[in-house]
């Protein structure tokens, strides 16, 4: 599942917690502070989450003494290819969400996913480019550098390398990035965290979080597009 990027949850150079087996405790202990410290943000709904986040990876990474790479910002081989694909799987993606996973969680939670916020959209076109510009920049980087570049590592630091804390890791970030959607009601919570699993997914696949971060910004290109051209969406059946 992982990549040659990938073999380190922390990667980078300069100081940096040892291995599982060898880890210095103060480097758990902030480790497990800064986890904690991230779980209360997205919770208690801290100022914009994600970008308290990104103040605690940027502080993280300074006390660490590490380089961004360390949270997966690894150059892609050939980025224009990387863009191609992760255009495409963002439009297979919107598909199976709309025909599949959310009109699914629409009938077995008996709700629609609050999208009301969007409903002004339709049409309006210089509303269209302002959405766009903050869902690349505040969504697309900002979330992906929190959630699936810092939280994800730090999860990774601190519950070590093995298949079953990948697992864990991918599982609690993504559960906190569902929660980070709580104004879309029970459906927009579920999406997001299923969401969030697959854009880890995509950082340990390619072994740089840009992929994730290409195709979040595509993924939300397109639905901004949709409301822009016919309104809210809520699934195909």
Do not use: C
């Not at 800064?34 to 990474?61: K, N, R, Y």
């Amino acid at each position: 599942m992982t990549t040659k990027a990938e073999t380190s949850p922390s990667g980078g150079t300069g100081a940096r917690p040892p291995g599982r087996s060898g880890r210095r405790p103060w480097w758990t202990v902030l480790t497990l502070v800064e986890v904690a410290a991230a779980t209360v943000a997205v919770v208690a709904d801290w100022f914009i989450p994600s970008l308290v986040l990104v103040v605690m990876a940027g502080v993280s990474l300074v006390v660490r003494r590490q380089r961004p790479s360390s949270l997966g910002f690894h150059r892609p081989a050939h980025p224009w290819r990387l863009a191609g694909r992760m255009l495409a799987f963002a439009a297979g993606w919107t598909l199976l969400n709309v025909a599949l996973l959310i009109p699914v969680t629409n009938h077995l939670s008996g709700q629609r996913q609050d999208v009301s916020a969007f409903a002004h959209l339709e049409g309006d076109l210089g509303l269209l480019a302002a959405y766009l510009v903050l869902s690349w920049v505040v969504a697309a980087l900002a979330e992906e550098t929190a959630f699936r570049g810092y939280l994800l590592t730090r999860l990774r630091d601190l519950l070590g390398g093995g298949r079953a804390a990948v697992v864990a890791a991918v599982v609690l970030s993504s559960a906190l990035f569902g929660l980070l959607h709580t104004e879309q009601g029970v459906v927009g919570v579920v999406a997001s965290a299923l969401g969030g699993v697959v854009f880890a997914l995509l950082r340990l696949w390619t072994g740089t979080l840009w992929a994730p971060v290409l195709a979040h910004g595509f993924d939300d290109t397109i639905g901004f597009v949709w409301f822009y051209l016919f309104g809210p969406f809520y699934g195909l059946w």
